[in-house]
């Protein structure tokens, strides 16, 4: 599959955070983020680590003081009903901003007794029929890149070196191409959940005749359908990418395991994402040839998936130095220690910085800067 071309350094993306910090007087910022009292709601999505996984007050704090100390304007809404109540009522409307821009930053939580798949396209979609810009991708990739089987199915077809992957849903048990054939080494997740939710010591398994009870299992204990992929053992690597609307892709960056740093078998759990200082991302040591690779297969994936704005993109480097897509973020962590901003520190930006570019970039790429 032919990539578009993209740069690789930081200047033009220096140059997106100059221009939105000159016009940011005139623009006001939307974030709608889930508090962890949602779960009193919904109190099946702590099977999810629904509450565990909501940004914390002292990372919307900053992000909040990056946006205001260049003097736009920031309203938090604490889920899409709040957000969607200010629309209707029409406290957005009354906002004495010339640009309104929404970003989603809401969570999962995609199982019986907690929210249904497709959440992430509620927010685009509203957004467009209230003439707001929303700084995430549209609603179709919002959906498809919540649901692993399908965009790795697509990508497939289309080229791109993704693992094998098979779909177990509870009620249907396998999804039309089948189970994984006999002795292939594969690795079970949730089809919905960022976070590695759903992922541990036990995920990662040779298939043999119990193979259906195991995936059973682990569906009934995150109460949704699980993903399963061939395995891929080897460094895990991730890439953000920003359009703004020019390419711009990030250095790649390694995930470091705490407690597996040098086992390359070892897979990120939720209990990876939760502990202090449990997973790291120095940048990837790599030749030329395979980092421009890894940027090629990720433009190459951001484009078939239609993805806009900012994306992030990880795979599996195996022993021959050949990546493998496994995984697509539409709305990528970017707290300090996320993986995206470990990338975009090294072309230069300051934390600040880099979450005024995750909207700059947006307003750019719709020529509102």
């Given at each position: ?177 089948g189970r994984p054939p006999l002795g292939v080494r594969v690795i079970a997740k949730s089809t919905f959940e960022s976070w590695s939710v759903g992922i541990s010591a036990d995920s990662v398994f040779v298939v043999d005749n119990t193979c259906d009870d195991r995936v059973r299992e682990i569906a009934e204990q995150i109460g ?146």
């Amino acid at each position: 599959m032919v990539s578009r071309s993209f740069s690789v350094d930081g200047t033009s993306l220096h140059e997106v955070e100059r221009r939105f910090s000159k016009r940011a007087r005139e623009v006001a910022i939307l974030l709608v983020y889930d508090r962890p009292d949602r779960i009193n709601e919904r109190p099946k999505l702590a099977r999810s680590f629904f509450a565990e996984r909501c940004v914390s007050d002292d990372q919307l704090a900053r992000m909040i003081e990056a946006y205001r100390s260049v003097g736009a304007y920031v309203e938090l809404f604490e889920g899409e009903k709040p957000f969607i109540e200010a629309l209707t009522n029409g406290h957005i409307a009354s906002i004495a901003r010339p640009v309104k821009l929404v970003y989603d930053g809401s969570e999962g939580g995609v199982l019986p007794g907690g929210f249904k798949p497709g959440r992430k396209s509620l927010i685009p979609v509203v957004a467009d029929a209230y003439g707001l810009t929303c700084a995430n991708s549209n609603a179709y990739a919002c959906a498809i890149g919540r649901h692993k089987f399908h965009y790795a199915t697509l990508l497939r077809s289309l080229g791109i070196h993704c693992p094998r992957t098979w779909h177990f849903r509870p009620n249907q048990t396998w999804a039309a191409n089948g189970r994984p054939p006999l002795g292939v080494r594969v690795i079970a997740k949730s089809t919905f959940e960022s976070w590695s939710v759903g992922i541990s010591a036990d995920s990662v398994f040779v298939v043999d005749n119990t193979c259906d009870d195991r995936v059973r299992e682990i569906a009934e204990q995150i109460g949704q359908a699980v993903t399963v992929q061939e395995f891929i053992g080897g460094r895990e690597v991730s890439v953000p990418l920003f359009a703004c609307p020019h390419l711009v892709v990030g250095p790649p960056v390694q995930a470091l395991l705490a407690r597996a740093s040098v086992d390359p078998d070892a897979v990120v759990t939720i209990e990876d994402h939760l502990a202090e200082d449990g997973v790291s991302y120095p940048q990837f040591d790599s030749d030329t040839a395979l980092t421009v690779r890894l940027q090629q297969d990720t433009v190459a994936a951001f484009d078939a998936l239609e993805l806009e704005h900012f994306a992030r993109l990880d795979f599996r480097v195996d022993a021959s130095d050949c990546p493998w897509l496994f995984d697509v973020a539409v709305s990528p962590g970017i707290s300090c220690r996320s993986a995206a901003y470990s990338s975009l520190s090294h072309l230069d930006l300051a934390y600040p910085e880099f979450l005024r570019v995750v909207i700059g970039a947006t307003l750019a790429a719709d020529g509102l800067i």
